[in-house]
């Protein structure tokens, strides 16, 4: 193996520890962030949830169920691509390899993206630049495996 290519999978071990502790920390986010103060269950109606010709009305349990969903569900995902990222030795080179990688690289640029709906403080964009750094390792990691 040579010494870029050793790079590329310390990077990815790398990326895939972090991803795996963040996405365990995820499943908790919940509790954390207080959901239940800050989602209360209680309170004024909601509108309805409409889609075309579809209504469903919106309860406060409904969001409330919701951002756990999702939180999970981003949870799941991190835990997955971390795992993904820490087997890379058996993997990188192949074409199913770099798909991954591409796939990984684009996730992790959206996630990045995404932060700003949190906010524009400094944390905010040390974390934009750490997750675009995730993108760009994955994204180099699939160009140098081609």
């Given at each position: ?18 991803t ?13 962030l207080?959901f ?6 209680t ?7 409409r889609?075309?010709p ?10 409330y169920?919701?951002?756990w ?25 192949s074409?199913?390899?770099m ?20 906010g524009?403080?400094?944390?905010d964009?040390?974390?934009v ?18």
């Amino acid at each position: 193996m040579d010494w870029l290519t050793w790079l590329w999978l310390t990077a990815l071990a790398i990326c895939g520890v972090f991803t795996t502790m963040l996405g365990v920390a995820h499943f908790f986010f919940p509790v954390l962030l207080d959901f239940n103060a800050a989602i209360p269950r209680t309170g004024p109606p909601l509108k309805s949830f409409r889609l075309g010709p579809i209504r469903y009305p919106t309860k406060r349990s409904d969001v409330y169920g919701i951002a756990w969903v999702m939180n999970h569900a981003a949870s799941y995902t991190l835990v997955s691509i971390g795992i993904v990222d820490l087997v890379a030795f058996a993997w990188f080179g192949s074409t199913i390899g770099m798909i991954v990688l591409l796939w990984i690289s684009g996730w992790w640029f959206i996630r990045a993206a995404s932060q700003v709906y949190l906010g524009r403080r400094a944390g905010d964009w040390w974390i934009v630049a750490g997750f675009a750094w995730f993108g760009l390792v994955h994204l180099g990691a699939a160009l140098w495996s081609r």
